[in-house]
């Protein structure tokens, strides 16, 4: 495989489930990230890891929480969600050089539904 | 700081007809810039980039952007409209020191 693959492609979650979204990128890069997409809205860029260290979080509610075990693979652990987190939740990647940071490589999303 | 303008959340356009998407940015230093398509459910693609050198840029698809310092300006253009260019497109820009910033994206539809 190349590219960034994620999984599921498609979940529906109770609101007291516990689920977990899954990326892994094959580009031998050393940044990745989650970004949510919802309806009318602008990508929200939710994290960041670099060198597997987790260097952005823009105000994300605690019920989602992101595991960088390796550069190559990124997981978003979810947990007593609301309906408003229903939205298409992105994967990418991208090479960070110093401070030069290139074009990311985006998964094909996962389509996350809450009832 | 930095910030990406694209003017028209949606535009219309008839098959075979030009294609125009406009994207203006912000940005203290030199900045990279991209173009990216989303098709329905599906996640963002690259379509081009200028990082340096020629300002005219050629991407997939036949689609094509020229970077206008003096404007501020990254237009995204087509010749011609084809149906399957109907998608959600997303300039973005990135200078030393930050992040990928995102556009808000334009819908494209193709009328036939």
């Known amino acids: 495989e190349t590219g960034v693959t994620q999984t599921p492609r498609h979940l529906v979650m109770g609101m007291t489930n516990k689920k977990s979204l899954k990326c892994e990128q094959h580009?031998?890069?050393?940044?990745m990230y989650w970004y949510k997409q919802s309806a009318k809205k602008p990508l929200e860029l939710m994290f960041v890891y670099s060198l597997e260290e987790r260097v952005e979080n823009n105000s994300v509610p605690s019920r989602f929480s992101p595991e960088c075990p390796n550069s190559s693979h990124l997981f978003l652990h979810l947990h007593t969600l609301q309906p408003e987190d229903s939205a298409l939740y992105l994967c990418a990647s991208s090479q960070v050089r110093g401070i030069i940071n290139t074009e990311a490589f985006f998964g094909q999303g996962t389509r996350l539904t809450v009832v | 700081a930095q910030s990406v303008t694209q003017l028209g959340s949606h535009v219309s356009v008839s098959e075979g007809a030009l294609v125009l998407l406009r994207c203006n940015y912000s940005?203290?230093?030199?900045?990279?810039l991209f173009w990216y398509v989303q098709y329905p459910n599906q996640g963002l693609q690259l379509l081009l980039k200028y990082t340096t050198g020629a300002t005219l840029v050629k991407g997939i698809n036949g689609f094509e952007a020229e970077f206008k310092k003096s404007e501020t300006s990254f237009h995204l253009t087509k010749p011609s409209a084809h149906m399957s260019d109907a998608a959600e497109y997303f300039c973005?820009?990135?200078?030393?020191?930050?992040?990928?910033?995102f556009g808000g994206g334009t819908r494209v539809l193709v009328k036939p």
């Open positions: 580009l031998g890069h050393n940044a």
């Open positions: 973005a820009v990135v200078a030393a020191g930050n992040k990928l910033t």
């Open positions: 940005s203290s230093v030199p900045p990279y």
